[in-house]
């Protein structure tokens, strides 16, 4: 017999309350795993979303990645088109006029320093 205060208590008692308290325990675990499944089943379109989102940053970066590449690309066709546009001008006045030296030899010069910066 064990005692308390107030009286004895059986061994079936006792047991009687272990077993209560180890019942309780695991039903509160039981509840406790239900409520995280229930939350995690109720995040999992977040996830999801959360996960597409990040794939299309990543591409949005690769594309950003391209498109500066373009951009640059099309700045240097640019820049050696306004060259070649000044060299014909600098042709045309020459053919026209026969007196255009100096701006023959000045496209000639830019025309080179495009050509070697390139």
């Not at 409520?35 to 959360?50: C, S, W």
């Not at 640059?72 to 026969?98: C, M, N, P, Y």
Request: with cysteine.
């Amino acid at each position: 017999m064990i005692f308390n205060g107030d009286g004895a208590m059986s061994l079936a008692e006792f047991w009687t309350i272990i077993t209560t308290i180890c019942a309780f325990i695991i039903s509160g675990s039981a509840a406790f795993n239900i409520i995280v499944g229930a939350i995690k089943k109720l995040r999992a379109p977040e996830k999801t979303q959360d996960d597409r989102l990040k794939v299309i940053e990543e591409r949005l970066d690769l594309f950003e990645t391209y498109f500066l590449n373009d951009k640059k690309r099309i700045d240097a066709i640019e820049s050696g088109s306004r060259v070649t546009q000044r060299a014909i001008l600098a042709l045309l006045g020459h053919a026209i006029e026969g007196d255009n030296q100096e701006q023959l030899e000045s496209a000639r010069n830019q025309l080179n320093e495009y050509l070697i910066t390139r």
